[in-house]
Structure formats: C-alpha cells, structure tokens
T-cell receptor
C-alpha cells in the first residue's frame, strides 16, 4: 500500500465548474499538507500549504484537511482552461524534511 | 526575484556513465532538496542538503550523491547510470527546509 493515494484521473470539466481533488494517506504522523500544480514538462508550483486539520482559502482555491479520516481535498472554483494541469498532493510529519507525494491527478478544463 | 534554477534542461547519457546536475536555490533560501519524478508518478525524495551537509536521505542507493556549496547551490551526481534512472530530476529550495519551492527540473534520458 502506498503511503499517499491519489486518483490519477484524468478529470475533465467544463469551464466554470468546480474541480474537486482528494488524497488519502496512511501515516498518522503527517502534519503539514500541500498542493502543487504541475504543467506538462515543468516543475511543481506550490499552491496551498496547510498545517493540521481545517480549511484554508486562497482566491479560487480551498484546501481542506481531515486528519481523523486521513483525507485531504482541494477545490478549485470557477475553473479556467489555464487550470488544466496535474495536481499533486504532498505531506510530511513535523520535524521531517521529506515530502511524500501522491501520483498526481490530471485535470482538463474545457473551454 | 529569480526562483529556483536548474541546469541543464535536458540530458542524454549512456548506461554506465556518470552525470552531474546543478541547482541554484531561490534568493534567501539555505536548503536544497532533490527529487526524482518518473513519468506519471509523484516526485520521490532523494536527499536534502543544509549547511553543506546531507541532512536527510530517502531510499536511494549510494550511486546517488550530492554536494552543497557555500553559496547554497547544489549538485546531484549519479554514477553507473541505469535505464531506470531516466526521469525528471527536481530541485527544491527552502528557508530552513520546510516550505519547498521547486525548479523546472532536468530531464535525464539514459539509453
């Protein structure tokens, strides 16, 4: 079993729709949770960085963490064609520098 | 403000050869981590350098080694290349090692 599970998709939505992405994990020591966006053949770009459980909102992006269920989510409101990319979840324990990543979900937003 | 830079962009090597990849961190960052990303997978942690020392290492063989220079830039060296080493190699920098920002990557092809 992988430490971090992420549905690879692909996910295709019309422009303006809400995109819902999620990851599950098995290591209860994970405390910090991140979402990265990666365009084809580029490096990952940090979108959201959250600590422990709760919600965090930044513009059209909302990240949710439910540590009791070992489940994290990313919602993208009013999706745009420019949001078409692979979205990677990542996480780490406190006082640990190694990020553990999901395999990524490929999203296409159709104009 | 320049972000994380990596060189070269692409590289083609033959099995058994050695390769050196280079990374310059984002201004103000003192920590460099290296990750390997195979096609269709999330990045896998190789190691992290801080104060010119390897601070943490992932599950990679000793063929993978690194170095950090006094200006915080870093090199990743891979010896005795295998076909399976073909991947995108990502460098990430941080202040203190935690919130990591990625460079564009070096795509290594081993033939």
């Amino acid at each position: 079993q992988k430490e971090v599970e992420q549905d690879p998709g692909p996910l295709s939505v019309p422009e303006g729709a809400i995109v819902s992405l999620n990851c599950t994990y098995s290591n209860s020591a994970f405390q910090y949770f991140m979402w990265y966006r990666q365009y084809s053949r580029k490096g990952p770009e940090l979108l959201m960085y959250t600590y422990s459980s709760g919600n965090k909102e930044d513009g059209r992006f909302t990240a949710q963490v439910d540590k009791s269920s070992k489940y994290i989510s990313l919602f993208i409101r009013d999706s745009q064609p420019s949001d078409s990319a692979t979205y990677l979840c990542a996480m780490r324990p406190s006082n640990d520098y190694k990020l553990s990543f999901g395999a990524g979900t490929t999203v296409t937003v159709r104009a | 403000d320049a972000g994380v830079t990596q060189s070269p962009t692409h590289l083609i090597k033959t099995r058994g050869q050695q390769v050196t990849l280079r990374c310059s961190p984002k201004s103000g960052h003192d920590t460099v981590s290296w990750y390997q990303q195979a096609l269709g997978q999330g990045p896998q942690f190789i190691f992290q350098y801080y104060e010119e020392e390897e601070r943490q290492r992932g599950n990679f063989p000793d063929r993978f080694s690194g170095h950090q220079f006094p200006n915080y830039s870093s090199e990743l060296n891979v010896n005795a290349l295998l076909l399976g080493d073909s991947a995108l190699y990502l460098c990430a920098s941080a202040w203190g090692g935690y919130e990591q920002y990625f460079g564009p990557g070096t795509r290594l092809t081993v033939t």
